[in-house]
């Protein structure tokens, strides 16, 4: 089990990730290759992703192995992009590598001798993972990103109204099946003992479309404290993309903005950033199926909240 424990400073800076977090999705992904869990959701997805890892990517698994302790310094905090997370990874100081691999290797994995070579400060084994994660992530994990990115989305929106409902202590409530709040420890189901006091500096959730199973943290106490967990999936998104029929009906734009209000209850701004069209588009386009029938939009608050009716979940359907 793991004990996070909580002071009420750590509970004034409890955060929620703004988006998806690309360098814990490309290590959760990785899991999801070599794993068998999450069939129903990851099978079809596994099947494709497993023929196109790329050989230099081949390197990244060898980093993480399918099961147990992974490297710290492979997810670095808070990152926006690949681009950003790849940079951190080649910025990680010496001392920090020697540390990582040493504990990789404690934990009973086997190190190949390229690791030893990145623990013993070899600069061109450093950039060399630089590739193998650019890489990987682009053959593996770039081509659904969209839909990595609006799934995480909607379960953000959801710690959110617990959040904003009712406090911290709602929020920890309600986070995940194998967290279980007991103020002021946060329990989570975990396959080492393992003790995390936050001491003021806060805890950053991080849903994570690609993870399965029990949540996951840092090793290193020292570091930014985060708490990464498994989203709830009822398929891969990625099966709800428009078909050729619903595009040839609606045009495709038209066709990804109602497929993304049948998957998640959204406003218009998060609509044109789930969608990736400007907000006037997307509010052109919601008009339209509204005016149609194939959506509603009521107020909520401040927002106005679209969902999709009856109607466009059978235009869905029949195309």
């Known amino acids: ?3 996070i424990h909580f002071t009420d400073a750590d509970l004034a800076k409890l955060t929620i990730a703004e988006d998806a977090d690309p360098m814990w999705e490309l290590l959760m992904s990785s899991y999801r290759i070599r794993r068998p869990e999450g069939e129903p959701f990851f099978g079809r997805w596994r099947r494709g992703s497993r023929s196109a890892v790329p050989e230099s990517g081949r390197l990244v698994m060898s980093a993480v192995p399918p099961y147990g302790y992974c ?3 492979l997810t670095p905090a808070a990152r926006a992009t690949i681009g950003d997370g790849v940079s951190a990874v080649l910025e990680t100081p010496a001392a920090t590598l020697t540390a990582d691999v040493a504990e990789l290797a404690a934990q009973g994995t086997r190190v190949t001798p390229w690791l030893h070579r990145l623990a013993g400060g070899e600069t061109r084994e ?4 630089g590739t193998a994660l650019h890489d990987y992530y682009r053959q593996c994990v770039a081509p659904d990103w969209a839909t990595v990115r609006r799934v995480v989305a909607r379960d953000r929106r959801r710690l959110q109204s617990n959040l904003d409902r009712g406090g911290p202590q709602l929020l920890l409530s309600t986070v995940h099946p194998d967290i279980t709040w007991s103020p002021p420890v946060l329990r989570v189901r975990f396959p080492i003992e393992q003790e995390l006091h936050l001491d003021g500096r806060g805890l950053r959730l991080i849903p994570t479309f690609f993870a399965h199973g029990m949540p996951t943290t840092y090793k290193d106490p020292s570091l930014p404290p985060v708490l990464v967990y498994s989203i709830g999936h009822t398929r891969f998104d990625s099966d709800a993309e428009p078909g050729p029929s619903l595009a040839a009906l609606l045009g495709q734009t ?10 998640t209850r959204c406003n218009t701004s998060e609509l044109a950033e789930l969608t ?4 006037a588009t997307a509010s052109q386009h919601a008009s339209v199926l509204r005016a149609s029938g194939l959506i509603t939009t009521a107020r909520s608050g401040k927002s106005q909240i679209h969902e999709i009716t009856p109607l466009g979940l059978g235009v869905i359907r029949a195309s």
């Open 126 to 129: 450093l950039h060399r993972l």
């Open 71 to 73: 490297p710290d310094f």
């Open 276 to 279: 990736g069209v400007s907000l």
């Open 1 to 3: 089990m793991l004990k």
């Open 254 to 263: 038209r066709a990804r903005v109602l497929m993304t209000v049948a998957i």
